[in-house]
């Protein structure tokens, strides 16, 4: 980059190439941090991480093409291949290879969610902006193999209680 950016670290073709008014970002991998111009304090780990971030403050990425969509957003935190691709918010954290969009499960534009993933891209556990968590492909199971809670076909938590265990609120 050229122009006023200070103490930014940039390692790869192409990579932190629009650096222009941005600081302390770190950029390494192939076109990775490709955008940001005037965004700072980001971190982009991995072949094409972070490619559309132009503005974007705080955003950390580690693994080839995660957190590509977002712009402005600041805050998120991806770790995995292909984590929080198409994601456009802020202050979110995915683990795993989820992008954001699949599953039947669209966060793309969401903002203070925590996803965890598996390596098929099938998010596991969500918590939302308010707290609340999803299980989105199950119940809740002791390592005894007691269900604590399980899913109507609706999606609906069905408390259960079996092997002794009892359920209280």
Known sequence: GSGTSLTNTVMGANSG????????NVTV?????????????????????????????GNTSLGSNSLTSVTSGSSNTAIGFNSA???????????????GNSSGIDLRSANN???????????RVIIDDSGDM?????????????DLLSVYEEGEWVPTAGSGATISS
Do not use: C, K, M, W
């Open 17 to 24: 190439e629009n650096l222009t008014f941005g600081f302390d």
């Open 29 to 57: 991998g192939a076109q990775s941090g490709g955008q940001i111009s005037s965004g700072f304090l980001n971190t982009a780990v991995g072949t094409s991480s972070q490619t559309a971030v132009n503005t974007g403050t």
């Open 85 to 99: 691709a198409s994601v456009t918010g802020s202050r979110n954290t995915y683990v795993g290879t989820y992008s």
């Open 113 to 123: 969610h925590i996803v965890l993933s598996d390596g098929s891209a099938n998010p």
């Open 134 to 146: 999803t299980l989105p492909a199950g119940g809740i199971r002791l390592s005894n193999g007691t």
